[in-house]
């Protein structure tokens, strides 16, 4: 830093280290500049204030976007990118009021991050406002636009309205991600609608793209709660078969599944596989195995798995403890049973 010499040099600087989201560093770049008595410009403190944005601080952006005296286009949609990526929706929509108030029209990267904030931040009312009101102010949504607004819409199981978006999307020329599709499907597994959820991965194939963990782990789960245990198993082969690594939601999905067959083996493998990956067992995965061993009349094998819960720290909530205090009581009789017969 003691080698900047020119306002210039520490723009360039502060817009290098932005670029590897290395915030801090830039922030201090700005700060170094001010300590020398030179009031950085507009274009430094937009700049500084977008790395805070790449890096996920909406609060040190904020502070320099508060030190500004007269904010400009650009530095409002910084700050307001900043408030998308972390869900700061009341301040992304109070920024871009303050923008209009400036007397600068916010342009379709501000609304998209403000769209982004809401969804993020769960108001799923807010985000679809937005896009009405980028079309008021003359302006087309683009697949960022949708994105956000379709997850919005998964957040707030308003499937209908996610379908209803990518529809739009296909008239107005705008193709979808995979982003996109993986928010669709969520939207409608958060529904209950597996049938569209499974209509959604065949257009996704059927336009080139390619689905990802998300998309899978979305179609399964919607499949599980749509008791369709033979489909949901077909898709977790599937994606193994394709290189995709699980996440919790797919695991979760499959482990719903063999257990409502009673595949306790299975659900066995795939809870030790859990471990060995480090994506460790929720209560959820733990009551569908304990559910599985029900089904199969495994009641050592259910109060085995409580023992593991408790060594593992998970605790059990009520299901599962219903479950073993049905297996144990199942247990003591057959001991009971056995002995008879042995006698």
Known sequence: QGLLRSEREHLAAVRALGRRSAWAAAVEVLESLKRSQVEPGESCYSAAIRACSRGGE?????????????????????????????GHWQKALDLLSGMRAAGHKPDLIAYNSAISACQKGGKSRWALWLMEALRVDGLAPDVVSYSAAISACEEGRRWGQALQFLSEMGRAGVAPNVVTYSASISACEKGRQWERAMALLGDMRGQGVSPNVFSYSAAMSACEKGQQWQLALALWSEMRTVGLTPNRISYSAVISACGANGHWPQVLGLLD??????????????????????????????????????????????????????????????????GKRLQ
């Open 58 to 86: 909406p609060v040190p952006a904020m502070r320099l976007f508060g030190a500004m005296q007269k904010p400009s286009a650009s530095s409002f949609g910084a700050a307001i990118s900043a408030c998308g990526s972390t």
């Open 273 to 338: 596989e859990m471990w060995r990956q480090t994506t460790s067992p929720d209560i959820r995965n733990y009551t569908s195995a304990l559910s599985s061993f029900e089904k199969s009349k495994e009641w050592e094998m259910a109060v085995c798995l409580l023992s593991e819960m408790r060594l593992r720290r998970q605790q059990p909530d009520l299901i599962c403890s219903s479950i073993v205090k049905r297996a144990r009581h199942a247990a003591r009789l057959g001991r009971k049973s056995r």
